[in-house]
């Protein structure tokens, strides 16, 4: 029964390839997040998104884009790929207050070569 | 802006004795702070949280927190630890100002336990 999942775990590609990461939560929050993980480990939040809103950070590419079908998902979206695009992709989800904690997906490795 | 520094890339401790993990925040208003832990391969788990109310917060696996405002600091202890406690810890503050609430990492400590 994992709470935030994320598919696939793994993701070896070309560059300039488009590519997708799929992410799910079933734990009814109302707000996501994806947030990339660079190779030192640095974390760096790419988008929160609840039904009303969606709030991108201003450094990331337009190459970028979430997509969220349902309130369960929010897909992350990706044109173009980049060598600089290698990291390590997490999904999270919280309620929307800002006293509550976000719950993490187990990541996505995505290598672009 | 809004802002976390954990001073230290890597601390070491030894398996029984007390350990510290330093996070000191910036932030306009009142802050909302939590602690991550990350296993190798792993999504980030959540430890605890400092939202309001007593400055020793306490949370997973025996850890603790002490929120200081007057110092800005958030910093993560246990009394005793363990060598499965050896891991990546995040300190975070979210994001009040842009109402995203999205969170604002550290650049994390690697906490390395030695039996």
């Known amino acids: 029964d994992t709470a935030v999942s994320q598919t696939p775990k793994y993701l070896v590609t070309q560059m300039g390839n488009d590519k997708s990461i799929k992410c799910e939560q079933n734990?009814?929050?109302?707000?996501m997040y994806w947030y990339k993980q660079d190779s030192k480990k640095f974390l760096k939040i790419m988008f929160s998104y609840n039904n009303k809103e969606l709030i991108i950070n201003e450094t990331v590419p337009n190459r970028f884009s979430p997509k969220s079908p349902d309130k369960a998902h929010l897909n992350l979206h990706i044109n173009s790929l980049e060598l600089g695009d290698s990291a390590v992709y997490f999904c999270?989800?919280?309620?929307?207050?800002?006293?509550?904690?976000?719950?993490f997906g187990p990541g996505t490795r995505l290598t672009v070569t | 802006a809004q802002s976390v520094a954990q001073p230290e890339d890597q601390v070491n401790v030894a398996e029984g004795n007390p350990l510290t993990v330093k996070c000191t925040y910036s932030v306009s208003g009142n802050p909302y702070l939590f602690w991550y832990v990350q296993y190798p391969n792993r999504g980030l788990q959540f430890l605890l949280k400092y939202i309001t109310g007593d400055n020793l917060v306490k949370g997973s696996y025996g850890f603790e927190a002490e929120f200081n405002k007057s110092q800005t600091s958030f910093h993560l202890k246990k009394p005793s630890a363990l060598v499965s406690d050896s891991a990546l810890y995040f300190c975070?503050?979210?994001?009040?100002?842009?109402?995203?609430?999205?969170?604002?990492f550290g650049t994390g400590t690697r906490l390395t336990v030695i039996p």
């Open positions: 734990l009814g929050h109302d707000t």
């Open positions: 975070a503050v979210r994001d009040t100002e842009t109402g995203a609430n999205n969170l604002f």
């Open positions: 999270a989800s919280s309620r929307t207050s800002v006293s509550y904690e976000q719950y």
